[in-house]
Structure formats: C-alpha cells, structure tokens
C-alpha cells in the first residue's frame, strides 16, 4: 500500500533524516522518504496490520520531534 502522510510544524532536516532512518526500521514498512522541503512522507507498507504500522509511525515521528504534526 503507498500511503502520503503530510506534515506540519517539521522544522529541521537533521529531524527529517533521522525520521526517515527510523520509519524504515518498522517492520511492516517497505520503504520510507521524508521530504523536509515539502514536509511529506512517502511510504509503501504491508497492507496487513497497516493500522498498527502507522500508529508505530506516528510514535517514531514524535518521539523525533514532539511538535510535528502527522496528517493520516
């Protein structure tokens, strides 16, 4: 399943990269790119349990930067 998750508040690339590196160690994602600039993230993941992938997504995310906002 591709899935773009917009985000809001995002306010450094540093961030964006060690977003990216996390999302991509979840089991159950393919892959994963954080664009900084557009303030998205692109991401194919398993279908099964795909709920519970982007409930660990958006936990990595915050746990990164506490103020950015995922929009799934």
Do not use: H, W, Y
């Amino acid at each position: 399943m591709r899935k773009i998750i917009a985000l809001q508040d995002l306010d450094c690339a540093d961030c964006a990269a060690k977003m990216e590196n996390a999302i991509n160690k979840i089991d159950g994602v393919l892959s994963a790119s954080v664009n900084f600039m557009t303030q998205k993230i692109i991401l194919d993941i398993k279908d099964d349990n795909a709920t519970d992938t982007l409930k660990q997504i958006k936990s990595v995310c915050k746990k990164i930067e506490p103020d950015c906002i995922l929009k799934i």
